[in-house]
């Protein structure tokens, strides 16, 4: 099995990008055959007429069926919703600027020209309810969705009847793998890749249509109901919610069998990986294990079977995400501190402590808030029963933004924190109104011509209701507020008062001076105290301004009659991009300059330590204002300020305190040098980027060079205060 | 009870992992009567300039905001320098009150003072680092600038007191004390005093010393000193 997953492994990551039409053009046949029908029943045929007919691939990974293109990274095109570049994936792969440019036939084009939606991943952002498809069957969900139910409106009849045929389009499909998989069992020459084809076909004879028996056969149902998910077209930051907890059934044959366990889990991590939409870019599939359940530790030999596969696969995508509570599994956290120790940058820990008392406080029941999962980068979901609160249709802004440009129009005399910030939060509710509207707008027009009835079939409140995901999942009004660029924004608020207020300079000198990169203006604004450092005139104002963001978004949440909004710092590479369109700012940041990577420190402001930067991030209050999570990057050196006591220190002290996410990367500069110059060398080397893991190699040289500088940086860590 | 109620300090250094078990603060004092040619931390030597008087209340509450890492690594505060025994009425005073809400205090010291600091200090101790460079008290005035005996009776004392409570640390240096000679006179030492907690060996290296030779010893010497070391049945360990 060893030197299988080493081909495996092989043969993804030294693919090339190339683009696989198949989907592209049986969704384009299908959509013309089927116009006429209904639309749910239009998109439930087109998914099934790509599963009839989409190339299958055996050969790449012969263990797990499920693929999304005929080859590793051969892009998986999405035309129903359009063939617009991703700007991050573009930043994080340069040579992938522009790869679609000339690659999409005529005759698509012109197809899709006149059904223009707008975006190119779907809504992404959410786990389908994968317990379900491991511990009872997709028989079972088209047997409840064949029930007569005549107290249902019409058209809600009519979604069900296509959440049905998406399901047995999906059983279908799996007896396709287990044909396929038969006839190329009989034709191998290695007698291990017959071996492996046949247990796929015995597996996919049985599931998805049936409960699993074994672990590899709950595996191979949630890669295959995953990867059919991607394929209807979800292809952002789809997720594969608690693996641990829908296994749990299979405990013992893992303890049984740890080795061969381990090997079939690397072999579904690789499956995964293998999602081909954007080609070799990220697509955010989180993974989580560990955490509590309202009966205590939810941990099995499953989850530290799912460490150590992480920890012996150099995958990125999907990453892992491990819930930590005060009754965590001491092996489990163990491995989790030993993987960090030794540079994994997995897996990312999450504080339930934090994150379970804010979903209760947006009206979601116990049971189903401990059941709570990491959706895309670090988004929050429940499987099967919420998507609203994390997706692509997200409302938010950039608070530098904002304060920027309310800082720019206000006389010196007014230019007080007092003033800003009450400025701000009229602002912030003026945005969110505004948001909100747009984006209910866009949920009714996604949910009327972009439904998605096979991943609303497993939401089991939408498959009850017959209703697409976006209006019938349990909780249907957790919206998502994303924000960024707070600690920028906090460290202009310090900067006015402390330089404006007090110091009597003038706002326009100060931007000028900062603009024309002025020794001397740099040099007081880098005096000015900055967030993340355990300053409390800095924190105090990073406090303010929450505080006003919070009091605005929930007076317009509560107008709407809808719950708090989940409130989420949520990076992943947007940073840049948000940097590229703003000028220079009173922070002393350059025009152009990224913004801060996370909830901490903007890089480069900080002095005192990583102790100090958690004990800012402290005095905000999580479960209040980031109902929906923020980011918060950590890099240690390598060596002994990243021992496992250490980090375990660190972490649990800043969890014990109130934290709600760490993200920990052990850096070495030297070796990250040494991976750019010899990249041969350094294929397993995965790190943490801002919102997003990846592997080094195969990352622009603008996040390497990001990431050098944090390495540079987190060597000098030690904080003096005094 | 000492009475001073403040420090002269040079500067606090959260997120220490070096001095001490698990995340420390580390409070460096100003002023060591000892002038080692390999000093990493000249600028702390003189008594003045370059230390802050600071209130211990003061210094307290500022080292506490660290203490939930603290506690769930298993570290605390170092007091180190400079010379802890300096300013031992002020240290013990810091660290009562440090003790006094359960955390684990280390001095790190070269043992260079009076009997009564050391005595002192220990009340509120947990752990003491001491310096031992050498046992040859020539060797010692001459690279040091002081006398060895008060150092190597306080160590005595020490280890005789509560050996369990002290790492040795040897600061290996190239061409004072890296030879079998000087490293044979160590280990006979503690060979007869009761075995401290932890043998530590701090091979020398160049960054921070004012001097213009380097002390840097290559990693075979360590190696060598290891196996001296252990030779007399103690427990040695490498800080790289």
């Known amino acids: ?722 | 009870m000492s009475t001073s109620t403040t420090l002269t300090i040079h500067a606090v250094q959260r997120f220490c992992v070096q001095d001490g078990p698990g995340i420390r603060t580390v409070v460096f004092l100003q002023g060591c009567p000892l002038r080692c040619w390999w000093c990493h931390n000249p600028a702390m030597q003189p008594e003045s300039p370059g230390g802050t008087p600071r209130r211990v209340e003061t210094l307290v509450r500022e080292v506490e905001r660290d203490a939930r890492y603290w506690v769930h690594s298993g570290g605390g505060v170092t007091l180190s320098g400079g010379e802890p025994l300096l300013q031992a009425d002020g240290g013990a005073s810091f660290l009562a009150a440090l003790k006094a809400h359960g955390y684990h205090c280390c001095v790190e010291t070269a043992g260079f003072g009076p009997a009564a600091s050391i005595s002192l200090l220990d009340v509120f101790t947990s752990l003491w680092l001491f310096d031992l460079k050498t046992v040859n008290g020539e060797a010692f005035h001459r690279a040091c600038g002081g006398d060895l005996k008060p150092v190597l009776s306080n160590l005595r004392t020490l280890l005789h007191r509560r050996a369990a409570s002290v790492w040795v640390r040897i600061p290996l240096i190239r061409g004072y004390n890296d030879d079998s000679e000087s490293l044979d006179g160590i280990a006979g030492f503690l060979a007869d005093l009761p075995t401290p907690a932890r043998i530590q060996l701090l091979p020398g290296h160049g960054i921070g010393v004012a001097g213009s030779v380097d002390p840097t010893v290559e990693a075979s010497v360590c190696r060598k000193a290891e196996t001296m070391l252990r030779r007399a049945d103690n427990p040695v360990e490498v800080c790289w």
């Not at chain 1, 030294?14 to 049986?26: E, K, M, N, Q, W």
């Not at chain 1, 994080?92 to 223009?116: A, N, T, Y």
């Not at chain 1, 660029?485 to 706002?507: C, D, F, P, Q, S």
């Not at chain 1, 480069?604 to 004990?615: E, H, V």
């Open chain 1, 1 to 722: 099995m060893k030197h299988l997953l080493k081909r495996m492994e092989d043969r993804l990551f030294s693919a090339t990008d190339t683009v696989c039409l198949d989907r592209a053009r049986l969704v384009t046949e299908a959509y013309a055959r089927y116009a006429d029908e209904p639309v749910p029943i239009l998109r439930a045929r087109v998914f099934e007429h790509v599963l009839r007919n989409m190339r299958l691939d055996l050969l790449s990974n012969p263990v797990f069926a499920g693929n999304t293109s005929s080859v590793p990274r051969a892009w998986m095109l999405i035309p129903e919703f359009g063939f617009d570049e991703d700007a991050q994936v573009a930043l994080e792969h340069s040579e992938l600027k522009g790869f679609l440019d000339g690659k999409i036939p005529p005759d698509i084009r012109v197809f899709w020209r006149d059904r223009q939606f707008g975006g190119h991943g779907g809504i992404g952002h959410m786990s389908l309810d994968l317990d379900l498809v491991v511990n009872r069957g997709l028989d079972s969900i088209v047997a409840s969705l064949e029930k007569r139910r005549d107290d249902l409106p019409p058209e809600n009849r009519v979604f069900r009847e296509a959440m049905a045929v998406s399901c047995r389009a999906v059983i279908e499909w799996a007896h396709r793998y287990a044909q396929a998989a038969e006839e190329a069992a009989s034709q191998t020459d290695d007698p291990d890749v017959a071996v492996c084809l046949r247990r796929m076909a015995a597996a996919c004879r049985h599931v998805p249509a049936q409960p699993a028996r074994n672990l590899f056969e709950g595996l191979q149902a949630m890669a295959l109901v995953h990867m059919a998910g991607v394929i209807e077209g979800q292809g952002m930051s789809m997720s594969i919610g608690l693996p641990d907890r829908a296994l749990a059934r299979f405990r013992s044959e893992v303890e049984d069998n740890p080795e061969q366990s381990v090997n079939l889990i690397r072999a579904f991590l690789l499956r995964i990986a293998s999602n081909s939409f954007l080609g070799r870019g990220s697509k955010t599939q989180a993974i989580t294990i560990g955490g509590a359940a309202p009966e205590g530790d939810a941990c099995s030999a499953v989850t530290l079977a799912f460490l150590d596969a992480f920890d012996k696969t150099p995958v990125s995508d999907p990453h892992l995400f491990l819930r930590c509570h005060e009754g965590l599994e001491p092996a489990v956290w163990e491995r989790g501190l030993s993987m960090l120790s030794a540079g994994r940058s997995m897996p990312l820990l999450v504080n339930d402590h934090q994150v379970v008392p804010g979903l209760l406080a947006a009206g979601v029941t116990a049971p189903d808030a401990w059941d709570y999962c990491i959706v895309g980068c670090n988004e929050l979901g429940i499987p099967g029963r919420c998507c609203q609160s994390a997706n692509s249709i997200g409302m938010g802004f950039n608070d530098l933004n904002v304060i920027d440009a309310l800082v720019r129009g206000l006389p010196d005399e007014a230019c007080n924190t007092e003033y800003v910030l009450d400025a701000y939060e009229r602002r912030v509710h003026d945005l969110a109104e505004a948001g909100l509207t747009a984006r209910r707008a866009r949920l009714a027009q996604y949910a009327a011509e972009r439904p998605f009835p096979f991943c609303s079939a497993l939401c089991p409140a939408c498959a009850e209701s017959g209703q697409d995901l976006l209006r019938g999942m349990r909780y249907p009004d957790l919206y998502g507020f994303y924000i960024r660029g707070t600690a920028n924004a906090v460290n202009v608020l310090v900067v006015i008062e402390h330089l404006v207020t007090r110091g009597h300079h003038r706002v326009g000198d100060l931007l000028a001076g900062v603009q024309a990169r002025d020794p001397k203006i740099l040099e007081t604004i880098a005096e000015a105290p900055k967030w993340g450092d355990d300053n409390d005139e800095a924190d105090r104002l990073a406090v303010a301004l929450n505080v006003c963001r919070d009091r605005a978004l929930r007076e317009v949440a509560g107008k709407a009659g809808l719950p708090p909004f989940a409130v989420c710092h949520v990076v992943r590479s947007l940073h840049h991009l948000d940097g590229r369109r703003l000028g220079p700012t009173l922070d002393g940041r350059e025009g152009g300059a990224p913004v801060g990577d996370s909830i901490g420190p903007v890089m480069g402001t900080q002095s005192n330590g990583p102790t100090a930067m958690l004990n800012s991030v402290l005095k905000l209050d999580a479960a209040q204002w980031f109902t929906g999570i923020y980011n918060l990057n950590l890099t240690l050196p390598a060596g002994a300020q990243a021992h496992p006591t250490v980090i375990r220190g660190l972490a649990e002290a800043f969890f014990h305190g109130g934290g709600q996410e760490l993200q920990v990367n052990v850096l070495d500069a030297n070796t990250l040098r040494k991976a750019r110059v010899h990249p041969e060398r350094y294929q397993g080397l995965v790190v943490r980027v801002a919102g997003l893991n990846a592997r080094f190699v195969e990352l622009s040289a603008e996040e390497q060079d990001e990431l050098i500088r944090r390495a540079e940086m987190a060597s000098g860590l030690t904080g003096r205060v005094a």
